[in-house]
């Protein structure tokens, strides 16, 4: 990794582990935001994984503070899959361009016997409103935008047992864009935002506590979830991402024992196309709840930030 002084327009990506995106300063009023992503399929619908695909991809944009305006695709798709799939799994991923306002100029495709698809996502950001993991403060409110446990949810129809009612809550919170939301904590003061994504609630969580040197307290009881995902997650039917995150951030994680273990599993599982995580001042909050509810978007107050480190989740 290059050191980041060297580089003195790269206002966020180079020298940390943290940021979502790089963010690289054009003009006084104008950066750039890149970054990608892509994944296996997770539903199997092929228009739904392209279009899921992409708004996951576009997420580390909206987690800078910016907004989508170029994307390239990225395809790893076996000549053996009927050219119709191929055609859908494309057409989701370019319709969820056009809705996030940006232009897909092409991309780049190789043979894959096992199916991947995403893109490369660029956007635009004033230099002085680009948003990081590292700026939450003691006092700040946690909030965030999505409901938690499509991980589990996607897990489970994998396995052929997932309801079709909770399958299909879980594709549209994946479908949905983060761009209002973004556009929403922009309009005012945000100290710090990350998007909710493989690292599940904890691990972007720590993400964000880490560098601002900080603790995060969580509520458990004040967490949304999908349809479905509790009753999984009592069937211990978990991802392998499960575990994975656990191990990795476990030492950074306390929990009150009011907390039940399904609880504490199904925030350590991994999300696809989550929600934003946003430190917001105390002095905002109520002023960020009201812009959400004139555009009639959600919005959980989930814990706080404190002085100390890691995170603390109580019921």
């Not at 994307?71 to 790893?76: F, K, Q």
């Not at 509520?219 to 999984?232: H, M, N, Q, R, T």
């Not at 917001?280 to 109520?286: C, K, N, Q, S, Y």
Request: charged share 20%; glycine share 10%; with cysteine.
């Amino acid at each position: 990794m290059f050191p980041a002084e060297r580089f003195p327009r790269l206002l966020a990506g180079l020298g940390s582990v943290y940021d979502d995106a790089a963010v690289y300063k054009l003009t006084d009023e104008l950066a750039l935001v890149a970054t990608l992503d892509f994944f296996t399929p997770i539903v199997d619908d092929p228009y739904q994984f392209g279009a899921i695909a992409a708004a996951n991809a576009f997420s580390d944009v909206y987690a800078m503070g910016g907004q989508v305006v170029l994307a390239l695709n990225i395809s790893c798709l076996s000549e053996c899959l009927p050219p119709e799939i191929i055609a859908e799994i494309l057409r989701g991923g370019a319709d969820k361009v056009a809705e996030a306002g940006g232009v897909l100029v092409g991309g780049h495709s190789i043979d894959d016997k096992e199916p991947k698809y995403g893109l490369v996502a660029l956007g635009f950001v004033h230099p002085d409103r680009v948003l990081t993991k590292a700026g939450a403060q003691p006092g700040d409110a946690l909030v965030l935008t999505k409901p938690l446990g499509v991980g589990i949810v996607t897990t489970v129809l994998k396995a052929g047992q997932a309801k079709p009612a909770h399958v299909d809550a879980s594709v549209a919170s994946m479908l949905k864009l983060n761009r209002v939301a973004a556009e929403l904590l922009q309009q005012g003061t945000t100290h710090a935002c990350t998007d909710v994504t493989g690292f599940a609630l904890l691990g972007h969580a720590w993400e964000m506590a880490e560098p601002s040197g900080v603790q995060l307290r969580i509520c458990a009881g004040k967490i949304p979830f999908v349809p479905g995902a509790a009753d999984y997650a009592d069937m211990w039917l978990f991802p392998a991402g499960t575990a994975n995150n656990q191990h990795a951030y476990r030492d950074h994680v306390g929990f009150d024992p009011d907390v039940p273990e399904e609880i504490q599993q199904l925030l350590y599982t991994p999300e696809t196309s989550g929600g934003l995580l946003a430190a917001i001042p105390p002095e905002e909050l109520d002023a960020l709840k009201a812009r959400f509810a004139a555009a009639n978007e959600p919005l959980w107050v989930i814990g706080e930030v404190v002085t100390g480190t890691g995170i603390e989740v109580s019921m």
